[in-house]
Every structure is written in structure tokens, then in C-alpha cells.
């Protein structure tokens, strides 16, 4: 069997070898292993090339400023003889150098600029509420009902359960998308709440650049000061200055869905729904928006299959499952229940 995954734990469980393909070596090499034995393997090699190179480059400053003294230390031929010594081992600890960098380069090619996301800062109380809540999309036939929810600026709330059981309805109620069938949805007044989704990167229009879709979206004054603060938040969501410029045709599924994400934290949300938010990401862009949103300064709540990402984020645990929305001890919890029955 051979499979192409962004899934984590898919590979973790079920793979035996990792096939790497190099687009900086222009390499394709076998890793004995699952994932995260092979993401292991790589970070200690490129630690040690890093050590390395900084041990190298002393020695080669070393011997450059030796070989560099000219007849300060006298003008004897076997002086001279010697600092033209030290200059060609300089120069083949050089070439060595320029090979290593070439390596270190390959191991960094699958690095992940950091993602920073902005908030629009703490509320007091519950920015969302969900008070004794049922919907249904037809008359007397309720999704689920009596949901009891609430969402502060600190919760980290995963929304789980099978497809079609109302998780992405629970959404919709959240954002004033739907109204409920009974009970109250209660949203402060203060709170603003942001939307990524499976399909935002989808949304952009591809005859723009990620720099004119932010300017499109926020006009501000016109300045050049207001361009450079996109183009700054831009580039702390990892949308680097030469992507900035390109149509977002040019770009691929995971760049577009950081341009996505730039987008809404722009706005500064005080609270921040992911429903579906890596199903364009490659695994080290999970890894990174996971990070993020860990240290986000707001509230979140989180609709995902991905295993990985949901054990990173999650605090809270809230299964959407027959006609009802309970609250799990934890995610673990609910995967061992899930696999239960599975293999019952």
C-alpha cells in the first residue's frame, strides 16, 4: 500500500516506511519508520548541521584572520608557506560549508513560517451563549435539541460527531446564520467573531493577489502607511512578499488558505470558528495554525476530523450526536468510545 495523507495520526498508525520527495535535492529518498520517526529523524539531523556550520565558520574565521596577517609574523618563506596553508584549508572548510548548506537547505524545505493570528482582546462574560437550543429543518423533526453552550474569550471548544448529525448547523446558529427552533442564542453586543471554513481559500478571487484581496476587503484610507500594515500582517500569517504580489491562481490550496486566514484575523476577532480549517493544509501548516490558535487571545471553536490538530486545541469537548449536544471528559475519551464501536 502506498498513501499520500495530511492526516498525522492516519500515518502514524498504519505506515511502516516514509518516501520523502525533495524538491530543494530534487531527491526522493526512504525513511524506515511512520511519521513522526521520520519528522524526528530530520529536526536531530538538522540540528546537528546547524551546530556544525557555527563550529565551522569560527574555525574558518580563524584561519582566514591567520592567513590574513600578511608579514606581520615575519617574512620567512616557511611563515608564508604556512598562511598559504591556512588559506587553502580555509578555502576547502569553505567548499565543505557551501555542501552543508546545500543539505541543511533540503531539511528546511518542509518548514513552516510561524502564523500569528490577531484578537480583538478579553471580554468580560460570555461572548456566545447557547441557552436550552433546538433546531430543525422541518417541522417536528428536531437535528437535536436542549444545547447549553457557552463560549468566553479563553474557552478552546471541538465540536465532534458524525457528518450530517448538525455540527456545521451548531456553527451557523453560533454566527446568527440560522435562528434556533427553541430556546436563545445569546451573542454579546462587544464580541466580534471571525469564520474560517473549508471553503474560504476557495472564496478568493483568483485574478487578484493576496495584497489587492486585503485591500479590497479592507479599503482603510488609501495610505501607503495602511498597504505596508497589510503587507506586515500578511507576512506574520506566512504570506511571504513575493507571494504578496502573485494573482492567487499562482498560489497553491495551503497558501490561499493563510491568505484566507489573514483576512479574518485582520478583523480582530474576539472570538474565532474554524470549522473544517485544515482540509487545505499540508501537515507542517496544521502543525503551525495549531500553534497559533493555541496562543490566540480569544475564544475558539473548532469543527475538525483531524486528530492531530483537535488533541492540540481542544480543552473542550462537546459530541453532536443523537439529537443531543453533550459535553465528553475529553477527546480521548470520545475516540476510545468511537473505536468501541466500531469494532463491536
Not at 148 to 170: A, Q, Y
Not at 182 to 200: F, K, Y
Not at 255 to 283: C, G
Request: glycine share 8%.
Amino acid at each position: 500500500i502506498c498513501i499520500v495523507s495530511h492526516d498525522r495520526c492516519f500515518l502514524d498508525d498504519v505506515t511502516t516506511d516514509v518516501l520523502h520527495v525533495s524538491g530543494v535535492a530534487r531527491r526522493l529518498t526512504q525513511t524506515r519508520g511512520n511519521y513522526t520517526t521520520w519528522a524526528q529523524r530530520r529536526a536531530d539531523q538538522r540540528k546537528t548541521l546547524e551546530r556544525t556550520s557555527a563550529v565551522r565558520a569560527k574555525e574558518i574565521d580563524k584561519l582566514k584572520e591567520y592567513a590574513g596577517h600578511g608579514f606581520k609574523y615575519g617574512g620567512a618563506s616557511s611563515q608564508i608557506n604556512k598562511m598559504k596553508m591556512k588559506e587553502k584549508q580555509a578555502g576547502k572548510l569553505e567548499e565543505q560549508a557551501a555542501e552543508q548548506d546545500e543539505a541543511l537547505a533540503a531539511l528546511l524545505e518542509d518548514a513552516e513560517l510561524p502564523l500569528e493570528l490577531r484578537a480583538g482582546g478579553e471580554l468580560s462574560g460570555f461572548a456566545l451563549q447557547l441557552r436550552d437550543v433546538g433546531f430543525g429543518y422541518a417541522p417536528g423533526e428536531p437535528l437535536f435539541a436542549g444545547a447549553e453552550l457557552g463560549i468566553d474569550s479563553k474557552s478552546r471548544v471541538v465540536l465532534l460527531g458524525e457528518n450530517g448529525n448538525g455540527k456545521t448547523t451548531l456553527v451557523r446558529l453560533l454566527l446568527g446564520e440560522l435562528e434556533p427552533t427553541s430556546g436563545e442564542v445569546v451573542r454579546s453586543s462587544h464580541a466580534r467573531v471571525g469564520l474560517l471554513n473549508q471553503h474560504s481559500a476557495d472564496q478568493i478571487d483568483l485574478t487578484l493577489s493576496p495584497l489587492q484581496f486585503l485591500l479590497d476587503r479592507f479599503p482603510g484610507d488609501g495610505s501607503y502607511s495602511h498597504e505596508q500594515a497589510l503587507r506586515s500582517h500578511l507576512h506574520s500569517t506566512g504570506v511571504t512578499s513575493e507571494m504578496q504580489t502573485l494573482p492567487a491562481s499562482a498560489l497553491s490550496g495551503g497558501q490561499r488558505a493563510r491568505v484566507a486566514l489573514a483576512a479574518v484575523s485582520y478583523a480582530q476577532p474576539h472570538v474565532l470558528i474554524l470549522d473544517e480549517p485544515t482540509n487545505n493544509l499540508d501537515l507542517e501548516s496544521v502543525a503551525a495554525l495549531a500553534a497559533c490558535v493555541e496562543e490566540f487571545k480569544g475564544g475558539v471553536v473548532l469543527v475538525s476530523h483531524d486528530q492531530y490538530f483537535v488533541s492540540r486545541v481542544a480543552r473542550e469537548v462537546w459530541v453532536v450526536e443523537d439529537g443531543r449536544v453533550r459535553r465528553s471528559p475529553s477527546f480521548d475519551v470520545y475516540r476510545k468510545q468511537q473505536l468501541a464501536k466500531i469494532c463491536a
